[in-house]
């Protein structure tokens, strides 16, 4: 049986689109290649240690239903008709609806990925905050479940979110610079939520408006019905393992950022036992 494999066979092993593998082996370090012989400098990778990081990165990977979306949803519709001003990423420029509801869905769907994983694998409990607040909340766990009593964590935790292909994790720097907004452990997941997700959602009506239009027979059997979405918990890093910079691999920013490449985040089953008994 031949346990090494090229750069092809390793993606059609994986089930990874091309950039995403790429991603993940040069800029995050998810996976290494076996060092390189005499072979005209191609890349080869050991199929026990992708088949260790698939099984892995299944384990920490979280199904998500159409209720846990309409909670999120819920609380993204809320933010924006109170108003809140969402920036695009290092810029000044306000994102359009679509763009700020989808990224608050986003990050909402990681939290309770998060609180699913931390029940379903190791039986513990926590509380979230979807609740709506002037200011910016820092903790995203706001409660641990103990003997059906509840307590405050011991520790901050913020859950960032970012899309599937993404090779780090990254903080602004007012989320480490300003003590009330800093948590000690930073939690980050990747949500696989497709960018058709409100016509998904709202399929039937958009149907139902254009069914005596001109092109709907040309479409009509191409609109998506809404799936449930996967949601990787990637690892997470304490406040102190992140490394100050200015920019990472094709992203400049404008000022500091803090971050950790995906492949260094703690994500062994151990690492998390060691985490939750820091909560």
């Known amino acids: 049986m031949n346990n090494k494999l090229t750069k092809r066979q390793a993606i059609e092993f994986l089930n990874l689109d091309e950039k ?35 099984d892995n990165y299944k384990y920490r990977s979280i199904e998500l239903n159409i209720e846990d979306y309409k ?48 029940e379903n694998e190791f039986g513990c409990r926590v509380e979230l905050d979807f609740g709506i607040h002037d200011e910016i909340v820092p903790q995203d766990i706001i409660a641990v479940e103990e003997k059906n009593k509840k ?19 990254v903080l602004g720097e007012n989320e480490i610079t ?28 958009i149907e139902e408006l254009v069914k005596n239009q001109q092109h709907f027979q040309s479409y009509k059997d191409d609109i998506p019905r ?10 997470w890093a304490d406040i102190d393992e992140l490394e100050k910079v200015k920019s990472i691999p094709g992203i400049d920013f404008n000022g500091w950022r803090y971050v950790k490449k995906t492949g260094l985040l703690h ?13």
């Not at 809404?226 to 690892?235: D, K, Q, R, S, W």
């Open 178 to 205: 300003i003590s009330e907004r800093k948590s000690d452990v930073y939690i980050f997941c990747r949500p696989d939520i497709p960018d058709d997700h409100l016509l998904r959602i709202t399929k039937n009506r």
């Open 226 to 235: 809404f799936e449930n979405v996967y949601c990787e918990i990637a690892g």
């Open 71 to 118: 909670m999120c949803l819920d609380f993204a519709l809320a933010q924006h008709f109170r108003g809140y001003v969402l920036s695009d990423w290092g810029t000044a420029r306000q994102r359009e609806f679509g763009q700020k509801l989808t990224n608050w869905i986003k990050g909402q769907l990681a939290e309770v990925a998060v609180q699913k994983f931390f």
């Open 267 to 279: 994500k062994s089953k151990k690492d998390w036992e060691k985490l939750i008994k820091r909560l």
């Open 20 to 54: 995403v593998f790429d991603n993940y082996f040069r800029n995050a370090g998810e996976f290494a290649p076996l060092p390189r012989g005499g072979d005209r400098g191609r890349f080869y990778f050991d199929k026990g240690m992708l088949q260790e990081w698939l």
């Open 151 to 169: 307590r405050e964590p011991k520790i901050g935790v913020g859950i960032k979110s970012s899309k599937p292909k993404s090779a780090y994790l």
